[in-house]
């Protein structure tokens, strides 16, 4: 393709390719440490709860992209109904979260 450059890409401004890169280290950086809170978390989950622990933690990533997506504004454009939608999806997940850490507490 003739589109794609590697010269292209560096004639961008300077604090483009800076936000770009520092953006790309900090997804890499949740990326790793996911793993890390994941077995920090399982640990602290009683054996007969490990299945919940699966379901915390991708709760957590579509939890997080959400929020993510609306504080970047990639959600600008869409409208209100899918805006709408993604809050009250992040609501239940947080709602939910917390029904499973009661359940388990007792």
């Known amino acids: 393709m003739k589109d794609l450059s590697v010269k292209a ?3 961008l401004a300077k604090s483009l390719i800076i936000t770009n890169v520092l953006l790309s280290a900090l997804g890499g950086l949740m990326w790793y440490l996911q793993f890390f809170f994941y077995a920090w978390g399982h640990a602290s989950i009683p054996a007969q709860f490990d299945y919940m622990s ?3 933690h991708m709760s957590f ?3 997080c992209s959400g929020l993510v997506g609306l504080v970047l504004r990639e959600w600008n454009n869409a409208g209100r109904r899918p ?3 993604l809050s009250l999806g992040c609501v239940v997940i947080i709602i ?3 029904i499973v ?3 388990m507490a007792n």
């Open 96 to 98: 939910a979260a917390n």
């Open 9 to 11: 890409d560096f004639s």
């Open 83 to 85: 805006v709408g939608v």
């Open 61 to 63: 990533y579509v939890l």
């Open 101 to 103: 850490g009661l359940g």
């Open 54 to 56: 699966w379901m915390l």
